[in-house]
């Protein structure tokens, strides 16, 4: 598990060597999160509609490592933009990946794009 | 080293230990606790909470392990017989002997037995001890296997008493409480007062006897009654005396200490015996020709006696100790204060009596107005704190003094002013002696800012948890004064309370949660907020999770309960726990089909574990096929109404239970509330569905059914209280109806029924009156919302089946077919379950 958590590391917009074309935008629920697979990693990719933008993070909670983010309910904390895991209500930052209530590992947070009606997110690999 | 012996390990031999161990010089002595009890101390003040739980370790004030931590002997079930005070020594009950530097006496005190003819016979009782209780449970339950409508008889109605009367009550028994004066409570309550507590009381349930002398305990061999002479009887079949206490002074008398005429060791203001070496704290110390049967005295005691064997001798008793008290009895709240009544020629009284309501509070001031001399409160006592503090710091009242009792006219409610106005000295907690400006101090210099965080730096609060209103409004009072704001809001985006924003929705005709949060919020929601919002929504249109499905929690939103690894369990409704075979058999091979774990639940219904995401269509196509429907048991809504099999099967029943749980469940299920809710209804009163541990509960009864609310399992256990007794069908329903429609409008987001009804000002007798008597006249507006509840219900599993974009959200990947690999079983006795964390 542990092997699993370490292959998920934050990637920054000026890194991303590869645009991975996800799924189209109507797959992803406003204000909510849908969880993409690609290669070997689960991601979840939350629509923020209100603040008119796209979010992507590890699909892995670091709490339990159970696959389950993408189904967590999205909202801001002093306007920093979190998502709390459905299991236990552990919240993270989707802009930093770090854990807002508790001391819990952060998450490792991936850049979005929308091109026409597609979901790109950014990979090193 | 110095030895120190303590005799007694009640709450006040423990206090005393506790104080000593916590003085740094306390190193330089060894202590050795003697106890005849067989456990440590306990929290003898909350006895009757024994029942509730029948766990005598919720009540010990300290593990045993405390006491060899802080280096302290206890030696149980072992009681001191002789004191040799020349030699300074002590003998115990199995001759061993213990020499002694300094002895305290802390043998409290045992409940006083009258001389009355046959007292000793089988099935009476003192209430004292835990193994007091646990007698009489046993014989409870003994009477009630051979009669169905036992009674039993408190002897005394004092405090004790009254929670004595309580205590069989919870039995199963029907309390009848004597009591010898002409009113209850003689100590504490005036007449009027004592008229009001009875009547409250007696609307409960407890039949109150009042100025009878019991002559004679009637019975051959086990007590069958109570003869007050002149052919006034009581047929009862358990007899419970609570007539007051004598102090445990024998020891005394082994070494000719000086007694009191009627009992108690005589003490100074430094609670030294007549022998110096030889201390007495707690109810068997004599002081001001006094015996002080309340805790915090007895506290008070040991904290000085912890200084003066410590040298530091200035701390002494205060000549005149305050006798105040304020406690929930029964659920009633009484408290008196100062001196409670009086003659007239010594001040005078402002009285405000409402019998409707179960309230009577009375002041007493001084002839000149302007001192509070005392008073007494019934049914209301949220002012206790305030007014004691000012009788105790002789602060000025206001010119209008009814207004303390009355409220003011004017606007913003209180006459008071705020409980900030007290002097920093003012004792806000008398049993942990904690000052108005320690609690204050705690939040502005220490930073702690919530009750719990000020208990456990402080200890107020954790004795009687009487001054929990006044320490709670000093915590508020002091956040503000740092600029923080307390108001009761949801979560930072909605500055309401979940009240509030049921009648904005409500109101406003709001219909989703992002115009609500538009116009009404700030920012964009967060796990808190949405959920709460949903709940609203849902009770008050009726929609199912499906509509909104993000803003709901994930169980809501799958419409299925997420279990640890990710997946989900299915339950669906069987309503009242009963199902045909057929129902069984299609049940047992849809859980062999998709390979789920299954299990009977606490509802008495099925519940198969272990179905992945896309899996939960598939199940419910098939189960709605098969004829069920979901059973919300993901919802903050109704799961299920339990039964027993009632008139139709069993030879005790008195009513049909399953056909009146079945109307019930279908009746509510589907409708959302605050916090989950759960229903019970019993054919009789052996009570085998557990009703009264449900958030309402029905049980019937020789000429009707009796109806309960606000109970619940769970982390804090609580059983529900009587709303009405013998009504039919008819109104049993319309009162839970009004009952439940009154508690989803008004409770804060995740309140259950028990800890709402326990907020709820004026506790049961207010919600009697709004969903019977109707005192709020909304009863109408809450049948016509109920009724629209009931009728607009539909099953969500159904329209999740039957619409595709419904069904589209159940798939783990929404750019891959395949499911999640994470996830991995182990077998488990035949079945499976989820792979242990890593």
Redesign the interface.
Known sequence: ??A?LNTYETVQPENVKTWFK??ATS??????G????YKDK?IAVFN?A??ATWYACQN?CPH?????LS?????????E??V?C??H?N?FSLKTGENLNGSLEGIATYPVKIEGDFVYVGFVD | MQTILVVGNGMVGYKFCEKFVARAESRNFKLVVFGEEPRAAYDRVHLSAYFENRDAKALELAPLDWYSENGIELVVSESVTDIHHTKKTITTASEKEFSYDYLVLATGSAPFVPPIQGIEKEGVFVYRTIEDLENMLAYAEKIKKIKPNGRAAILGGGLLGLEAGKAVMDMGLEPHVVEFAPKLMPRQLDARSSNVMQLTLESMGIHIHASKATNKILGNGAITGLDFGEDDTLVVDMLVISAGIRPRDELGKTCNLEMGVRGGIVVNDKMQTSDPDIYAIGEVALYNQMIYGLVAPGYEMAEVAVNQILKKEDVIMRPEIDMSTKLKLIGVDVASFGIPYMPADKGLSIIYENKTKGIYKRINVSHDGKTLLGGIMVGDAEDYSILHQMYLNDMPLPDNAEELIVGSRGEGGSAFGSAMDLPDTAMVCSCEAVTKGGVCGSVLVDGNETIKAVAMATKATTGCGGCKPMVNDLIKESLKTLGKTVKERIC??FDFSRQELFDIVKLKDVQNF?DL?DDFGT?????V???AVAAVFASIYNETANRQ??????ND??LAN?Q???TYSVVPRVAAGEITPKQLMAMGRIAQKYDLYTKITGGQRIDMFGAKLHELPLIWEELIKEGFETGQAYGKSLRTVKSCVGSTWCRYGMDESVSFAVEIEHRYKGIRSPHKFKGGVSGCIRECAEARGKDFGFIAVEGGWNVYVGGNGGANPKHAVLLAEKVDKAAALTYVDRFIMFYIKTAQPLQRTAPWLEKLEGGITYLQNVVINDSLGIAAELDAEMQALVDSYKCEWQEAIETPEIRE?YT?????E?T?S??EFVELRAQKMPKE??
Not at chain 1, 34 to 37: D, M, P
Not at chain 1, 64 to 68: D, G, T
Not at chain 1, 71 to 79: L, S
């Open positions: 598990m542990i699993t996800a799924a797959k992803f629920p406003k204000n909510g849908a969880c993409i697979k689960q923020f209100r603040e892995l339990k490592m159970e696959m389950v189904r967590g309910m999205i909202g801001e904390e002093n306007m933009a979190k709390a459905p299991l209500k919240t | 930072e985006h992002d949060l920012g964009h929601g967060c796990e907020c949405k959920p499905d993000t803003i709901q929690d994930t939103r799958y997420i640890r690894n990710g959200r783990h990947f929404v750019n891959s395949e999640d994470n996830i964390w890593a």
